[in-house]
């Protein structure tokens, strides 16, 4: 995933006011918090992607390639 303007890093999130402030009145742990923003990064890194599952899909079916390619 590219990152955008929009977009924090985790180091960021963790040094935000507004985030900490929010964290504050939940009662959210930093360490918590951290751990939960690893951990979804994580999972979005190993996702597959759109296009690879396409590649994938018609690479081993060949009926699903386009009958002009």
Avoid: W
């Amino acid at each position: 995933m590219r990152k955008t303007r929009d977009d924090l890093t985790i180091a960021e999130a963790l040094r935000d006011p507004l985030i900490a402030m929010v964290m504050r009145a939940d009662g959210v742990k930093l360490d918590d918090f951290k751990q939960l923003l690893e951990t979804a990064a994580g999972k979005r890194e190993h996702r597959a992607s759109p296009v690879s599952k396409f590649l994938n899909a018609i690479s081993t079916n060949p009926a699903a390639t386009c009958s002009y390619c």
